[in-house]
């Protein structure tokens, strides 16, 4: 889906790094989430947007920190990562935050951490 | 929340039909059913979504009995590029926000 972009694809840092992952949706959508995929495990829901305000934090450690500037752009800053927070992100958007409204997801960003 | 559950895998050949079906006991009146389908190291693909009896569209058809505490997936004539994980969800817009991902299904289309 081109309508959620995601930068870096790709990002190596080492675990005193400081790095932040962007995402943009060009759709209008209202509501916006980052996921976690750690290798052949299921997506794990991190955080979510609805009109720029956190309306879910799954009990994620406090080294990623989210932040939604307005409805189109959503980042995940990263500090002081461990090995095994290396996965693929994956930012999504949808018209609103329900359980039913369709999920449009960026191609992700993949990460290793060092 | 209502739980989903799958099959861990299925295998397939080219030009095969294949169900794949998600069960969902507790579903609640206001959820839909939502399958997304995922290749390896991209994001999910929303496929199809129903609230009851049937849905088509130019990819798949959903198949929701009426007690809809279930679902069947239907892909027909599956192609080796149909190889994914496909994953069922069950929600709705009310009573705030989750969406959880089950492991899903891991299909694979043989030639």
């Known amino acids: 889906e081109t309508g959620v972009t995601q930068t870096p694809r790709h990002l190596v840092m080492g675990m005193t790094n400081k790095k932040s992952l962007k995402c943009e949706q060009h759709?209008?959508?209202?509501?916006m989430y980052w996921y976690k995929q750690s290798a052949k495990k299921p997506l794990e829901l991190m955080f979510v947007y609805s009109l720029e305000e956190r309306v879910e934090n799954n009990s994620v450690p406090s080294r990623f920190s989210p932040e939604c500037p307005n409805s189109s752009h959503l980042f995940l800053h990263l500090h002081t990562l461990q090995p095994e927070d290396s996965a693929l992100y994956l930012c999504a958007s949808s018209q609103d935050p329900g359980g039913a409204d369709t999920q449009y997801f960026g191609p992700g960003t993949r990460l290793t951490v060092l | 929340l209502a739980k989903t559950t799958q099959p861990i895998s299925m295998d397939s050949y080219e030009g095969q039909e294949v169900n794949i079906t998600c069960s969902h006991n507790?579903?609640?009146?206001?959820?839909?059913i939502t399958w997304y389908q995922q290749f390896p190291s991209q994001g999910p693909r929303f496929i199809i979504q129903g609230y009851k009896t049937k849905v088509t569209n130019e990819v798949a058809s959903l198949f929701i009995p009426a007690d809809r505490k279930s679902s069947t997936l239907s892909l027909p004539r599956v192609s080796l590029s149909d190889t994914a994980v496909y994953y069922c969800?069950?929600?709705?817009?009310?009573?705030?926000?989750?969406?959880?991902f089950g492991a899903g299904t891991r299909l694979f289309v043989k030639a």
């Open positions: 969800l069950v929600g709705g817009n009310t009573g705030g926000f989750k969406t959880i």
């Open positions: 759709l209008g959508h209202n509501a």
């Open positions: 507790n579903i609640a009146t206001n959820d839909y």
